[in-house]
């Protein structure tokens, strides 16, 4: 048998984001809008992560109860999203996801940043020498191609590339338990005959 395959030398970048979820967009704006050279590898084929793709439905809390604590791009984010989902705008504690509307704002400005962005690409490989991560090998529709940066961030959510170089890392508590997950689901043609849906809901629930 006869493995054939090539590995494409890619461009050098200053930082390599892989992930494209809310805190890797987040972390590829900021080191593009100081002047670095971004790269930001995504999985699927769009940005915003579960925000975009997972159901969910708010945002934490942006707000010690008195004043938002959040600044940053977490900041212009709430007010985007404010102006375009019925939240009350006053209620900045938290806010609604409108998962297209999310999409279409982290496009906007990682592309207004200047942000060089590859979707539908994985990463499956990772050089590093010491203590230091030197590159990435990438697989997608292009095949295998190779990026070299000064700084890597792992935004995967899953630790991915801290996996693939060997870096530590923890999981969970000190007794290695996750916080349980949330089904989040969406209910559509739902008549409410003037009654509110959540009230509606509880009372067919078993006692």
Known sequence: MQRIYEVKEAKEYDVIVVGGGAAGCAAAIRASRDGARVLLIEASGALG???????????????????????????????????????????????????????????????????????HSTVCAADREGGRILGVTVSSKSGLCHYT?????????????????????????????????????MLSGVRDEGRPIEAMVRAKLPE
């Open 149 to 185: 940066a000064k700084a890597f961030v792992d935004a995967t959510g899953d630790a991915d590339l801290c996996e693939f170089s060997g870096c530590e890392f923890d999981v969970g508590d000190k007794d290695g338990k996750t916080q349980m997950p949330t089904l989040c689901f």
């Open 49 to 119: 992560g579960m925000a975009s793709g997972g159901m969910v439905p708010e945002f934490c809390p942006y707000t010690d109860g008195e004043k938002i604590i959040h600044h940053g791009i977490a900041k212009e984010i709430l007010f985007k999203m404010k102006a375009v989902t019925p939240d009350p705008k006053e209620k900045l504690d938290y806010c609604a996801i409108d998962a297209e509307w999310m999409k279409y704002f982290l496009d906007g400005m990682v592309s207004e940043a200047g942000v060089n962005v590859l979707f």
